[in-house]
């Protein structure tokens, strides 16, 4: 298989957040229509540079980037640790991810991934960070994707660490989640550059060819 530029694009897209459904693929790395991308990843796949692989009843398949992938792109030799749990969450970052793309024409190549920012700093190092960071014009925005409330001591130093460290932050939070909503806005009052977003909301931009 010959590799043309855009397939070293997928592979390092999907390295960087640790795996993406193919409607992600499809958007991010500019395919015109589903089945172009489909063929692609498919010869991908057959070349043994990325994996693709059902984790939940329900989700579309997951690829991730195989041994061979990760040796290519540059990435750890290690298989990407895929949290079971956090697969939901991670499919909506990279939703969010689009919807900033497409609404407000932020550059694919401004956005630093939770990954990246570990990885910089060392994976051994126990730090939150946001899912990712919008760095456009020296102005860096924290992005949090939050779809059930944790424990409210941490919450409250996400969102002041968030303040401290970044010029802005969003969440993106279901509409149904009042709590957190109510702790948010409670917060608006002590920390300047705090918006909501509502995912709902973001989920009618954000659509399937």
């Not at 993406?20 to 070349?47: E, Q, T, W, Y």
């Not at 919807?99 to 991934?113: P, R, S």
Request: glycine share 4%; charged share 30%.
């Amino acid at each position: 298989m010959r590799l043309v530029e855009r397939d070293y694009k997928i592979m390092n897209e999907v390295g960087r957040f640790r795996f993406m459904l193919g409607r992600h693929i499809k958007v991010l790395c500019g395919f015109p229509s589903v089945s172009s991308c489909d063929k692609r990843l498919k010869n991908l796949i057959n070349a043994g540079y990325i994996d693709r692989k059902k984790y939940i009843y329900g989700i579309p398949s997951l690829y991730t980037l195989s041994h061979k992938g990760r040796i290519l792109a540059g990435f750890n030799k290690r298989a990407e640790n895929i949290r079971l749990e956090k697969v939901n969450h991670d499919i909506y970052v990279l939703d969010t991810v689009i919807y900033f793309i497409k609404v407000f024409n932020v550059q694919l190549d401004n956005i630093i991934t939770e990954k990246e920012l570990h990885r910089k700093d060392g994976f051994g190092v126990s730090k939150h960070y946001p899912d990712f960071i919008i760095d456009v014009d020296n102005t860096k925005t924290a992005v949090e994707i939050e779809l059930h409330l944790k424990e409210k001591s941490r919450f409250e130093k996400n969102i002041k660490d968030n303040y401290l460290n970044y010029d802005k932050q969003i969440w993106v939070v279901p509409k149904a989640q009042k709590k957190i909503i109510h702790i948010l806005e409670g917060c608006k009052n002590l920390y300047s550059e705090l918006h909501i977003y509502f995912m709902e909301n973001l989920k009618l931009e954000v659509k399937s060819d």
